[in-house]
């Protein structure tokens, strides 16, 4: 240590709310310092005490997958773009030697929800995501990329926040990561009202996706 300083004592502790999750994190640690100049006044050290207290907001992510044809198709018709979109979010997110993640298995709370003209579950939200099984990397190595999915965004963002709404996290970072390449041709919705004058032979409530 500098100046032929020792260290006396060091302790840390972490705490977590339960209800909000967030981890206060406390570290205390003292050195005694030998004195140079106050020697002649018969002062040969002193103990020099710090601390330090922070507070953490780990991350619960969804990371949403835009699996439509036009993604399959992007690059002049090749199927190369859903390779590098699956080797980007392994490197992101995924369990690799040595780790490339940002994310730390435990901790962070990382979901994969992939969207063509409905939605799919890749992988529910969780803080093992790494080692759960099936973890991360196969949830993202499936994703099913198919040359005649429409884009339905909305329902994708909107499943991702319920799934967030789900951890009830409120002083977590809450975080939707969207990974799309053009604008939405799909939408879900429920109970299509046909007008009375219309001339349609069936008149009934229609639902379902467009």
């Known amino acids: 240590a500098p100046w032929s300083a020792t260290q006396a004592s060091y302790s840390s502790s972490i705490t977590q709310d339960a209800a909000t999750k967030i981890r206060t994190i406390n570290v205390t640690a003292s050195y005694y310092v030998p004195m140079l100049f106050m020697r002649v006044l ?69 979901g994969l929800l992939s969207f063509g003209g409905n939605y799919k579950l890749d992988l529910s939200p969780t803080a093992n995501f790494q080692t759960v099984s099936p973890n991360i990397n196969t949830a993202i ?10 884009t339905n965004t909305g329902e994708g963002l909107y499943q991702a926040w319920y799934q967030l709404t ?15 390449d053009g604008r939405t041709s799909a939408f879900t919705s429920s109970n299509f009202a046909v007008k009375n004058t219309s001339t349609c032979s069936s008149k009934t409530a229609k639902s379902g996706f467009i």
């Open 42 to 110: 018969g002062i040969k050290g002193s103990t020099v005490a710090a601390q330090a207290i922070a507070d953490l907001r780990f991350v619960n992510l969804m990371i949403v997958v835009d699996r439509s044809g036009s993604v399959w198709r992007t690059g002049s018709g090749s199927q190369t773009n859903p390779q590098i979109i699956e080797g980007d979010l392994l490197q992101f997110v995924g369990l690799n030697t040595p780790p490339t993640s940002i994310f730390v298995n435990g901790r962070d709370v990382v």
């Open 141 to 150: 190595n499936n994703i099913n990329f198919d040359t005649n999915n429409s």
């Open 166 to 180: 789900q951890l009830a996290q409120t002083g977590a970072l809450n975080v939707i990561l969207l990974i799309t």
